[in-house]
C-alpha cells in the first residue's frame, strides 16, 4: 500500500482487496481519456488476480495498443541509504534479538508494536493477515484520479 502510494500509482492490487481485472482496465482508460501520460500499477504478492506479469497480459490482450511493460522491484523498493532512525531501530532490533536467544527463546519474530519491541510466535506471524487500513485505501484511489 505504501509503495503504491509513495510511487502515485494509478492501481494498487493488495491481497486485502478484491479488485478486478475489468475495474483495472476501466481505471486505466479513464486515465488515457484525461490524456495521462502513464500508469503505474503496484501489484502485491499474495494478489488473488495473478502476479504482475499475469496482469500485464491480460490488460495487452483487452488493450492492444497499451504501452505494457512488467518491472518486478522485489526489495529494491526497500533500498536507499539508511537514515539515522533506521540505524536506530536495526541496532534496538539486534540488541533486543541476541538477549532473547541469550535468554533461551526462539520460534519468534521480533518486532516494534507502539514502539516497544514485541516477540510474535512465527505461526501467528505468517498466518494472521493484518487488517488493511481503508482510509489508506480510500486516499490512494483519490489520488491516483
Excluded: C, W, Y
Amino acid at each position: 500500500m505504501h509503495t503504491g502510494i509513495g510511487s502515485g500509482a494509478g492501481a494498487i492490487f493488495l491481497p486485502e482487496t478484491e479488485t478486478t481485472i475489468e475495474e483495472l482496465n476501466d481505471t486505466l482508460r479513464k486515465s488515457v481519456k484525461r490524456q495521462k501520460l502513464f500508469n503505474l500499477v503496484i501489484v502485491a504478492e499474495g494478489n488473488l488476480n495473478g502476479d504482475a506479469n499475469e496482469l500485464a497480459k491480460q490488460i495487452k490482450q483487452l488493450n492492444p495498443f497499451f504501452d505494457v511493460k512488467v518491472t518486478i522491484i522485489g526489495h529494491l523498493q526497500r533500498g536507499g541509504s539508511p537514515t539515522a532512525m533506521d540505524r536506530v531501530l536495526a541496532s534496538r532490533m539486534g540488541h533486543s534479538a541476541v538477549k532473547a536467544l541469550l535468554r533461551g527463546e526462539g520460534g519468534v519474530a521480533l518486532g516494534i508494536i507502539n514502539d516497544k519491541i514485541t516477540f510474535t510466535p512465527f505461526v501467528d506471524a505468517v498466518s494472521k493477515n493484518k487488517m488493511l487500513n481503508k482510509d489508506l485505501v480510500r486516499m490512494a484511489e483519490i489520488l491516483a484520479l
